[in-house]
């Protein structure tokens, strides 16, 4: 028989010990526990972050305030400037007028009454926080480009003598690309981003 306190003979291997076994493999499994908890609770806690106004939704938000309170603060001015006649005088002569200063300020008005539309509408959906602004909001703006890019055309055609031509339209192609991507770019942040998501739905 052999003593356990003594030394291994040359050649003959020595077990290892249960217990040292077992308490490195508890350590193992602690440690991979362990590792999971941080990543659960930073989900947690970034979810309350993600249902407020900030990032870039605030940045579209505070815009579309600029653009709402603009045109009302023109209107305003205007007001003030020559009273309610001055103003009546005025909107005759845009939606009434034939001269060609007429029609071609009543081209280029027409997509901003359409912008301030789109403003106004994001403020209150965002305000009230509701579930189809996320779809409402990309729609209306890429209504606007729809419409802003057929008064381009127009104005172009009315101030061209034989109409417009494709060298024309070719100088309003960089713009109305720069349109389109911006509309594509407000409209895959409003599908896929967790946090206008995680807002109008909570």
Same mark, same amino acid.
């Given at each position: 028989? @052999?003593?356990?306190?003594? #030394?291994?003979?040359?050649?003959?291997?020595?077990?290892?010990?249960? #217990?040292?076994?077992?308490?490195? !493999?508890?350590?193992?499994? $602690?440690?991979?526990?362990?590792?999971?908890?941080?990543?659960?609770?930073?989900?947690?806690?970034?979810? #309350?972050?993600?249902?407020?106004?900030?990032?870039?939704?605030?940045?579209?938000? /505070?815009?579309?305030?600029?653009?709402?309170?603009?045109?009302?603060?023109?209107? *305003? @001015?205007?007001?003030?400037? $020559?009273?309610?006649?001055?103003?009546? /005088?005025?909107?005759?002569?845009? *939606?009434?007028?034939?001269?060609?200063?007429?029609?071609?300020?009543?081209?280029?008005?027409?997509?901003?009454?359409?912008?301030?539309? /789109?403003?106004?509408?994001?403020?209150?959906?965002?305000?009230?926080?509701?579930?189809?602004?996320?779809?409402?909001?990309?729609?209306?703006?890429?209504? /606007?480009?729809?419409?802003?890019?057929?008064?381009?055309?127009?104005?172009? !055609?009315?101030?061209?003598? $034989?109409?417009?031509?494709?060298?024309?339209?070719? @100088?309003?192609?960089?713009?109305?690309?720069?349109?389109?991507?911006?509309?594509?770019?407000?409209?895959?942040? *409003?599908?896929?981003?967790?946090? #206008?998501?995680?807002?109008?739905?909570?």
């Amino acid at each position: 028989m @052999t003593d356990p306190d003594s #030394p291994a003979a040359p050649g003959q291997s020595v077990p290892a010990s249960g #217990p040292r076994s077992k308490s490195r !493999n508890t350590g193992r499994k $602690n440690t991979k526990s362990s590792t999971k908890g941080p990543n659960e609770t930073s989900t947690g806690r970034n979810a #309350p972050r993600q249902s407020k106004l900030g990032g870039v939704l605030a940045v579209i938000f /505070w815009c579309a305030c600029g653009i709402t309170a603009l045109p009302i603060a023109g209107l *305003f @001015t205007l007001i003030m400037a $020559n009273g309610f006649s001055g103003l009546i /005088w005025a909107v005759k002569e845009i *939606f009434a007028g034939v001269t060609l200063s007429a029609q071609v300020l009543r081209l280029g008005l027409i997509p901003q009454v359409f912008l301030f539309v /789109w403003g106004l509408s994001t403020v209150v959906l965002t305000v009230a926080r509701l579930r189809q602004s996320l779809l409402a909001i990309p729609a209306l703006l890429g209504l /606007w480009v729809v419409i802003s890019i057929l008064c381009q055309i127009g104005i172009r !055609n009315l101030m061209s003598a $034989n109409g417009a031509g494709i060298s024309d339209i070719a @100088t309003l192609l960089p713009g109305i690309l720069m349109q389109i991507a911006a509309t594509a770019g407000l409209y895959g942040y *409003f599908r896929e981003a967790e946090r #206008p998501r995680l807002f109008y739905t909570r």
